[in-house]
C-alpha cells in the first residue's frame, strides 16, 4: 500500500513536501515515482528514484525545482517542490516501479497553485 500526503493550496512561487508511506511490501528494493494528473489532461511522469545513492531522474518540466528522495528506513518517497508554478496544479500519485503500468500505486494527494 502507498498511502501519500502533504498536497495542499500554495502560492505562485512557493514550496510543498509530499510524502508517501509504503507498506506491504519491500521498499527499498524497488524503484518509486511520483506522476501527475492535472485537470483534464492525462498522466505526466515527474520522477523516478532507484535505490539511495543513485541518480534520480526528472522530467524536464520540473528539473531543477522538485527533487525525489526517499527514507528507507522510514518507508517513505518524498517530492520537494519549489518555484510552484499554476502549472503544476494537478493530482499527485506515488507509484511503485518505473514506468506505467505501475505495480502499485497511491490514492493521489491534490496540489493547487494559485494566488
Known amino acids: 500500500q502507498l498511502q501519500a500526503s502533504g498536497g495542499g493550496l500554495v502560492q505562485p512561487g512557493g514550496s510543498l513536501t509530499l510524502s508517501c508511506v509504503a507498506s506491504?511490501?519491500?521498499?527499498?528494493?524497488?524503484?518509486m515515482t511520483w506522476f501527475r494528473q492535472a485537470p483534464g489532461k492525462g498522466q505526466e511522469w515527474l520522477s523516478t528514484i532507484y535505490i539511495e545513492g543513485t541518480v534520480p531522474l526528472y522530467a524536464n518540466s520540473v528539473k531543477g525545482r522538485f527533487a525525489i528522495s526517499r527514507d528507507n528506513a522510514k518507508n517513505t518517497l518524498y517530492l520537494q517542490m519549489n518555484d510552484l508554478k499554476s502549472e503544476d496544479t494537478a493530482v499527485y500519485y506515488c507509484a511503485r516501479g518505473r514506468r506505467p503500468p505501475y505495480s502499485l500505486r497511491g490514492q493521489g494527494t491534490l496540489v493547487t497553485v494559485s494566488s
Open positions: 506491504g511490501f519491500f521498499f527499498s528494493n524497488y524503484y
